[in-house]
T-cell receptor
Framework: NAGVTQTPKFRVLKTGQSMTLLCAQD?????MYWYRQDPGMGLRLIHY???????AKGEVPDGYNVSRLKKQNFLLGLESAAPSQTSVYFC??????????????FGDGTRLSIL | GIQVEQSPPDLILQEGANSTLRCNFS?????LQWFHQNPWGQLINLFY?????KQNGRLSATTVATERYSLLYISSSQTTDSGVYFC???????????WGAGTKLIIKP
C-alpha cells in the first residue's frame, strides 16, 4: 500500500517556466490537499478538493491552479513560476472531514526551486 | 480562524531524557494531529488525537479539548527522535489543517 505518492521529488525551474506536480493516493480517499512549507514554518494550504471534479482555494492560492479529474489524482500547476514559489510542497488526503474527522495522510514532499 | 501555538520553539536534550511538547489552540477543534518531520523533510504521522490520551511506544499524547491544549510526551529520547514536531488542528472550516510553527528537538548522544 503506497499511500500518498508525489512526483517529482525534486525540481529546479527558471522564472517564468511552468510545471505540474502530481499527487496520487491509493486509499480511495475523498479529500485531497496541496500545502506548501517554507523554511522554519508549518504548512499552509494552497488548494483542496472534496471530491472528483471539485476544487477550492485554501489560504495561499495565488499563482497556482489545481485539477481533480480522477478521484485518486490531484494535480498542482504553476503557470509562470516565480522565485517566491520556491518551497517544499506536500500533498495529503483524507477519507472524510466534518464532525467525525479522520486524519490527513501526507506524501513525502516535492522540493521546488525557482531560479 | 483558529490559532495554533507550540512551545518551546527549540529543545536540546541528552539521549535518555524525557520531554514534553505543548500545543495550544484558540478554539474548539475537530481534529488534532501530531507530526514528526525528520531531517530528510518527511512528515511522519504520530497521533490523531482530538481528545483523550494515546500511547505508541515511547511516545504518548494527551489532548484536553475543553482547555484547548495538547501535550506530546517523549520518554527515553534517542538521537533518531531529533527533528521538528508539529501539531496541526482542524477547526470549523473542516478542510484546512492549521499548523503550529513547530518545536525543533535536538537529541545529543
Amino acid at each position: 500500500n503506497a499511500g500518498v505518492t508525489q512526483t517529482p521529488k525534486f525540481r529546479v525551474l527558471k522564472t517564468g517556466q511552468s510545471m505540474t506536480l502530481l499527487c496520487a493516493q491509493d486509499m480511495n480517499h475523498e479529500y485531497m490537499y496541496w500545502y506548501r512549507q517554507d523554511p522554519g514554518m508549518g504548512l499552509r494550504l494552497i488548494h483542496y478538493s472534496v471530491g472528483e471534479g471539485t476544487t477550492a482555494k485554501g489560504e495561499v492560492p495565488d499563482g497556482y491552479n489545481v485539477s481533480r479529474l480522477k478521484k485518486q489524482n490531484f494535480l498542482l500547476g504553476l503557470e509562470s513560476a516565480a522565485p517566491s514559489q520556491t518551497s517544499v510542497y506536500f500533498c495529503a488526503s483524507s477519507p472524510l472531514t466534518g464532525r467525525s474527522n479522520q486524519p490527513q495522510h501526507f506524501g513525502d514532499g516535492t522540493r521546488l526551486s525557482i531560479l | 480562524g483558529i490559532q495554533v501555538e507550540q512551545s518551546p520553539p527549540d529543545l536540546i536534550l541528552q539521549e535518555g531524557a524525557n520531554s514534553t511538547l505543548r500545543c495550544n489552540f484558540s478554539d474548539s477543534v475537530n481534529n488534532l494531529q501530531w507530526f514528526h518531520q525528520n531531517p530528510w523533510g518527511q512528515l511522519i504521522n504520530l497521533f490523531y488525537i482530538p481528545s483523550g490520551t494515546k500511547q505508541n511506544g515511547r511516545l504518548s499524547a494527551t489532548t484536553v479539548a475543553t482547555e484547548r491544549y495538547s501535550l506530546l510526551y517523549i520518554s527515553s529520547s534517542q538521537t533518531t527522535d531529533s527533528g521538528v514536531y508539529f501539531c496541526a488542528a482542524l477547526g470549523d472550516s473542516n478542510y484546512q489543517l492549521i499548523w503550529g510553527a513547530g518545536t525543533k528537538l535536538i537529541i545529543k548522544p
